[in-house]
Nanobody, 124 residues
Framework: QVQLVESGGGLVQAGGSLRLSCAAS????????MGWFRQAPGKEREFVAA????????YYADSVKGRFTISRDNAKNTVYLQMNSLKPEDTAVYYC?????????????????WGQGTQVAVSS
């Protein structure tokens, strides 16, 4: 049983930083892709970033490129999303997701497991 547990959300002023964590358990994730998605009120869930657990290749949405960094700690089975220069439009519930397989994709339906989400609010 795969479990993904997010943490690290909160309220921050525009221009500030937060680091989200996703603790993964229940599998060996070496052949997985781990992704971060977000969903703002009244909007569809959208792709933010993803990383291949093996090799560390990453990919970002244009809206966060240069501000957010995804990384993983193999020893802790944890994926991180470092978010800098936050903007009010980054306000959303952020979800961690896991996909079985080595290919990075950006559509929600391609991911097999999801966490419960953590709220990020950025004030102007």
């Amino acid at each position: 049983q795969v479990q993904l547990v997010e943490s690290g959300g909160g309220l921050v002023q525009a221009g500030g930083s937060l680091r989200l964590s996703c603790a993964a358990s229940g599998r060996t994730f070496s052949s997985y892709v781990m992704g971060w998605f977000r969903q703002a009120p009244g909007k569809e869930r959208e792709f933010v970033a993803a990383i291949r657990w093996s090799g560390g290749n990453s990919y970002y949405a244009d809206s966060v490129k240069g501000r957010f960094t995804i990384s993983r700690d193999n020893a802790k089975n944890t994926v991180y999303l470092q978010m800098n220069s936050l903007k009010p439009e980054d306000t959303a519930v952020y979800y961690c997701a896991a996909r079985i397989g080595p290919t990075i994709v950006i559509t929600t339906k391609e991911y097999d497991y999801w966490g419960q989400g953590t709220q990020v609010a950025v004030s102007s």
